[in-house]
């Protein structure tokens, strides 16, 4: 059995992300599907990082240009960098995680992520996901759905994406529920599963209320090489 998922080049993605590439043998970075700035999908030009800021959290935006351009593929889009967005997020970071125990195991990748000029939003995410992936031990086989040759929408997309990933069960996101249409999958002969998170409760850098569904680097920052095992939870990942 090969397990794939697939999931759009969010920034900096949250804990939920990396626990279902942890349960599958191959990850598809989906870089072909229109570019969504709120709503579900609405996490690929930004994300969470804890703070003291009231509520706890602040987020980390990257600017991108849309205007003129709202049916574009995630893979076309560009960064504003009229705006230093990067200086920005990179200051963010050492403020708020510097004291953290494991700012400095990381701290050369992510001064280095933002010293780089990065013209479109998809190349920038997917080196912070490989470099996330490297830093949680996670060492699927790593595919593109451009690359790929991937087309069609909706359960289409994903059927598709299978068959040209090699995969005969595909681990969906809770959000799938709400499209994903399982009699295409058995027709294809195609194994379809959901993730069921449960959100991992771990030491903070900040005092107050603990704070769920930030980006990975708030776990990371904390409690480093044992990040696998607590976004896993029991029985998940080793």
């Known amino acids: 059995m090969v397990r794939v998922t ?43 990082i804890r703070t003291t800021d009231p509520g706890g959290w602040a987020w980390l935006t990257v600017p991108v240009i849309t205007h003129g351009r709202f049916t574009q593929a995630i893979r076309d889009v560009e960064i504003d960098n009229r705006l230093p967005w990067a200086r920005k997020h990179w200051k ?39 470099g996330c992936l490297e830093f949680l031990n996670l060492r699927p086989r790593f595919e593109i759905a451009s690359a790929l040759g991937v087309a069609g929408e909706a359960t289409d997309l994903v059927v598709d994406l299978c068959r040209k ?35 991992p409760v771990y030491r903070q850098a900040h005092e107050g209320p603990f704070v769920p569904d930030l980006s990975i680097v708030d776990l990371l ?6 990040s696998l095992r607590i976004l896993a939870g029991p029985g998940g990942a080793p």
């Open 165 to 199: 990933s090699g995969g005969d069960v595909y681990l969906s996101g809770r959000h799938g529920r709400d499209y994903l249409e399982p009699g295409k999958f058995a027709a294809a002969g195609i194994g379809l599963e959901f993730q069921e998170y449960a959100h």
């Open 92 to 130: 963010s970071l050492q403020w708020h995680y510097g004291r953290s125990p494991h700012f400095a195991r990381y701290r050369e990748f992510f001064q280095d992520l933002y010293s780089r000029k990065w013209d479109r939003l998809c190349e920038l995410n997917t080196a912070a996901i490989r």
């Open 221 to 226: 920052f904390n409690h480093g090489p044992e």
């Open 6 to 48: 697939g999931h759009q080049p969010n920034y900096l993605p949250y804990l939920g992300f990396f626990e279902k590439i942890a349960r599958s043998d191959v990850f598809v970075l989906v870089d072909t599907t229109q570019f969504v700035k709120r709503g579900p999908f609405g996490w690929i030009h930004r994300n969470r």
